[in-house]
Structure formats: structure tokens, C-alpha cells
């Protein structure tokens, strides 16, 4: 099919878009690869799957939403999100300091929205002027591009690891400081969104120190630029998969107590997902919560967000929100939600900690990768380490500049074979 065709219909801006099926054809190789009777291994999908290849379903969550009385499936929710629901966001984006950051003066808002895609939209559509930049770490997900870009946003980039090695930092933080200062002199509006902790693609997470000089860097930059507003939006769509899950409200809690006064012109706000904590990826549910001591703000983001939703998707879906919060009310219910996401969070540490180990004993050089569904071979050539790999039937993703490895879809004991063939397609 021709990519002009249709040009009569389509906008300019519509005229721009191309589909970008890289993971999906990776993945329909690998199923040819096991319909011809290979014994193939599946790196592509970036959905937890258990070892033996089916989906990992929360059964708890299955439970309760299959048990929803029939009023929770078919009527609309509030168009801002159930009230119950919008509680709990707020606490799976802030975990246990939620309280005493409350009783800090800080004030806290949550929006509804289809999943962590949609939170994410909100915040494009809103807290960045059309035309500007906004800045992403050089490696981010690739959907990123296009929320920012149908809301006429361009982006600016600095390198998601220091080129020097800093002793146990993941942080390039004179980069960040940089690209900060740059927009600054030429945005009224900055918003940078960071993928933070178990960073898709490569599992990065962040230390407690590259996490708060991250912040006071944001707080150095707002103070010196009054004029400039600055948002900081926390992608947190892997996080209860992650070993320190609430690790920016506590950074936020650690400098509002080392007696640094929250500047005016900050927002932090975090892009909640379900998608993959309760594993209902298809139910659509997330929420964007927002945090800033100025109530007057909180109010006023309330409404332009509700607004937002209702001019975009109307309410969010209803049932998941339902269920979810069922389930978090119930301490029973809770406790069991708990023992599931855990299990299936040993499940990922241990693949994880085994694919570290084989690739060490090769010396693979993968990316630093700590927590969540991937890992990241940075490579120049992506496209003919992952065709190298696939002689072998290991199936990756190859990306911009590297080569995603999906944890989350092999099976722990196949683990070796993509190390093995890893390292057979570097040599
Ligand atoms: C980095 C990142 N952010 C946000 C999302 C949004 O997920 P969803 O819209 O399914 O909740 C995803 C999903 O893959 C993701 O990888």
C-alpha cells in the first residue's frame, strides 16, 4: 500500500504517520519460527507472561471483576473517575508517605484515564505550550514520539547514562542540567517526563541519590527561572514491579524535610497505569496524579484534566475502576492482590538476575537493568544483532539504538540460549 494514498483525506499532520509494527513483526517471525517446529524463544512481547508462555492473569483481580454486579460493567463512571478509584491512585502513585505528605502541605489531585497512555495524553494535552519541547531521556519508550507530536510537541533528549562512569549513578545529571537550562531560555512551559523506576526498554532504575539530585535540579532550575513553569511527569507504569515502587514521593518527602521550600512554578505529576500491576492491560484504566501545596493549582488542574477526558474519551471505563478498588478496600482481598503481583515480580527478578549472570560470564555488555518487564543491549546496529539472534530462533526487538530483550516473555530456563545468542551475534 502506497503512503500517499488517502493524502486527499488526511491532514497534513495525519499524512505524517506510519506504522511502526517493529515488536509485532518480530513476534509473528518467532510464531512462524515455532509453526515450522522450532524450538523457538520469545524476547518480543512486552506483556508478562509465565514460563510456560501463557499470560500471567492476576486471578484475585480476574475474581473480582468477573464477579462486578452487572450496574458496575454498563453504567458510565463520573467523568473524572469513581471517587473511590481516584483515593487509590493517589496512593499506589505515593505508597506510605502519602499521609505525612498531606500533612505537609502538599495537595494532591487524580484524574481517571484509559490506562498510563491516557494519563500520559493528558499531560501533553495540558501542561506543555503547542510547539514546544519536551524533554525525554535519549532512550524512551517509542510511543512517547507520538503523543508529544499529536499535540504538536517536539522533544529534546539527553543521554540516559553518564558517558563518565560516576560511581554508582545512573544519572547523567550535567546533561540534564544542560538541556534543562537550554529550554528554559526559550520555553515559557517545561515539562520533562521520565520513565522511573524499571525504565521500558532497558530496566533502569534510578539510585536514591540520582533520584534526589534529579528533583533539586528541577528545584535549583525553578527557582532561577520563576517565569519558566516546570513539570515533572513520573511515567510509573512498571513501578509496583520495582524495589523501591514509591521511591519519588519518598524523594519528595526527603527535601521538603531537608527544609527545601517547594518553588511555586513546580509540578510533579505521575502517570499511574493498571495495565500491568493488576494485569488487566485490556481493561484500559489508569489516572494522572498530580502534586503541588498550592490548592487553588490542585482545584484548577481537577477541572482542566475532567475536561480533557470529556472532550477526548468521555469517562474512563468503569469496571476496572470498580474492581480495583473492591480489591484495596478489602484488606483480605488486598493482602492476596499482594502475594500474586509478588510472585510474579520474583518471577521477573529471577529471570532477570539469571540473564545478568549469563551475560557477565560472556561478557554480553548489557545496559545497567535493575527492575520491571526488559533489558537493553545498546548497540549500533540493532537490526542485524537481533537478525544474528533469530539464526539462532531467539526473537528480541530490535530498536533505536539497541536491542530490547523481553524478561517478561521468557521462560526463566530459556534464559541462557538469549545470552548464548547474544553473545554469538556480537562476535
Ligand atoms: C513506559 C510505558 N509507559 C506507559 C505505558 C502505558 O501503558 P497502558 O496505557 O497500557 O496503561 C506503557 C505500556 O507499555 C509503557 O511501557
Known amino acids: 500500500m502506497s503512503e500517499g494514498a488517502g493524502a486527499g483525506f488526511l491532514n497534513t499532520f495525519s499524512q505524517t504517520k506510519v506504522g511502526s509494527d517493529t515488536i509485532f513483526s518480530w513476534w509473528a517471525r518467532y510464531q512462524e519460527a515455532v509453526g515450522s517446529g522450532h524450538d523457538a524463544v520469545n524476547g518480543t512481547i512486552g506483556a508478562l507472561l509465565e514460563n510456560n508462555g501463557e499470560l500471567a492473569i492476576n486471578h484475585v483481580v480476574d475474581k473480582v471483576v468477573r464477579e462486578s454486579p452487572p450496574i458496575e460493567i454498563s453504567a458510565y463512571a463520573p467523568l473524572k473517575g469513581l471517587p473511590a478509584f481516584l ?21 494532591v489531585t487524580s484524574t481517571a484515564s484509559p490506562g498510563g497512555s491516557g494519563a500520559l495524553y493528558l499531560a501533553a494535552a495540558n501542561f506543555a505550550d503547542r510547539g514546544d519541547k519536551v524533554l525525554l531521556r535519549d532512550r524512551h519508550w517509542g510511543p512517547y514520539d507520538g503523543f508529544l507530536a499529536g499535540c504538536d510537541l517536539g522533544i529534546a533528549t539527553y543521554p540516559l547514562l553518564p558517558s563518565k562512569d560516576v560511581e554508582g549513578s545512573f544519572l547523567d545529571l550535567d546533561s540534564l542540567q544542560k538541556e534543562l537550562a537550554k529550554l528554559c531560555n526559550s520555553q515559557s512551559k517545561v515539562m520533562s517526563w521520565l520513565n522511573d523506576p524499571a525504565h521500558n526498554p532497558t530496566g533502569l532504575s534510578l539510585t536514591e541519590q540520582d533520584r534526589y539530585n534529579f528533583l533539586k535540579c ?21 513501578h509496583l514491579y520495582a524495589g523501591q515502587p514509591h521511591g519519588w514521593a519518598d524523594t519528595i518527602c526527603q527535601l521538603l524535610h531537608d527544609g527545601i521550600s517547594w518553588p511555586d512554578n513546580l509540578l510533579v505529576t505521575f502517570a499511574i497505569s493498571l495495565s500491568k500491576s493488576h494485569t488487566i492491560y485490556g481493561l484500559r484504566t489508569g489516572a494522572l496524579v498530580t502534586i503541588h501545596p498550592d490548592e487553588q493549582v490542585i482545584d484548577r488542574i481537577t477541572t482542566v484534566m475532567g475536561v480533557t477526558g470529556r472532550q477526548t474519551w468521555s469517562a474512563t471505563s468503569r469496571l476496572a475502576q470498580y474492581a480495583v478498588s473492591q480489591i484495596h478496600s478489602d484488606e483480605e482481598l488486598a493482602n492476596n492482590w499482594d502475594e500474586e503481583r509478588e510472585r510474579l515480580q520474583n518471577l521477573l527478578e529471577e529471570r532477570r538476575e539469571l540473564f545478568i549472570q549469563e551475560c557477565d560470564k560472556l561478557g554480553v555488555p548489557i545496559n545497567p537493568t535493575h527492575d520491571g518487564f526488559f533489558a537493553w543491549l545498546d548497540c549500533e ?16 526487538v530490535p530498536l533505536d539504538g539497541g536491542v530490547r530483550i523481553g524478561l517478561c516473555a521468557i521462560p526463566t530456563d530459556k534464559i541462557a540460549r538469549v545470552a548464548q545468542a547474544l553473545s554469538q551475534a556480537l562476535s
Open 218 to 238: 528541577f528545584i535549583e532550575s525553578s527557582l532561577a527561572n520563576q517565569e519558566v513553569s516546570h513539570t515533572l511527569l513520573v511515567d510509573a507504569a512498571y
Open 381 to 396: 546496529d540493532s537490526v542485524s544483532i537481533a537478525n544474528e539472534c533469530a539464526k539462532n530462533h531467539v526473537y528480541l
Open 87 to 107: 483515593d487509590l491512585a493517589i496512593t499506589l502513585a505515593l505508597g506510605d508517605v502519602r499521609e505525612e505528605l498531606e500533612s505537609i502541605g502538599m495537595n
